[in-house]
């Protein structure tokens, strides 16, 4: 009984300590500031996060198999599990992605004002998984 609730407590914790050893991989263009912004808020989280610039952004998307309708203007990859972000989401929104690997992506399209890097959140800013669901509001 007693192996049952260790391993019960120890199972319950994996998500959170999954979460907290994200390392994420950005792609974005060298010409981006808000792109930057973004990465601190997501280092800000506590996320490992490496940059790569370039100059091929339509490219890594399309390798990615970020949706077209999703698009924004950078793309980040999780480190292990191959989860994609697209743009600006939040790491709130990050970290509930990181806790379900059945989600193979989240994005916030085109640029929104009310998004980190980009602006003040408002708790209005909507996360949509890749199927183009609402995932997150923050």
């Not at 939040?90 to 379900?100: D, S």
């Not at 640029?111 to 209005?124: F, H």
Request: aromatic fraction near 2%; charged fraction near 20%; charge should be positive.
């Amino acid at each position: 009984m007693k192996r049952l609730i260790l391993s019960a407590a120890l199972l319950a914790g994996l998500p959170a300590a999954h979460a907290a050893d994200a390392a994420i991989t950005v792609y974005k263009s060298p010409d981006c500031g808000c792109c930057e912004g973004w990465v601190q808020h997501m280092r800000a989280a506590g996320i490992e996060t490496k940059v790569v610039d370039t100059n091929d952004m339509q490219g890594v998307k399309d390798r990615l198999h970020v949706p077209a309708a999703l698009r924004s203007c950078h793309t980040a990859v999780v480190r292990g599990s191959n989860q994609v972000i697209e743009g600006h989401a939040p790491a709130t929104a990050v970290k509930k992605m990181l806790a379900n690997r059945s989600v193979r992506g989240i994005a916030v399209p085109g640029m929104p004002v009310n998004s980190p890097g980009m602006g003040e959140m408002d708790g209005k800013l909507v996360t949509v998984d890749f199927a183009g669901a609402k995932f997150s509001q923050d």
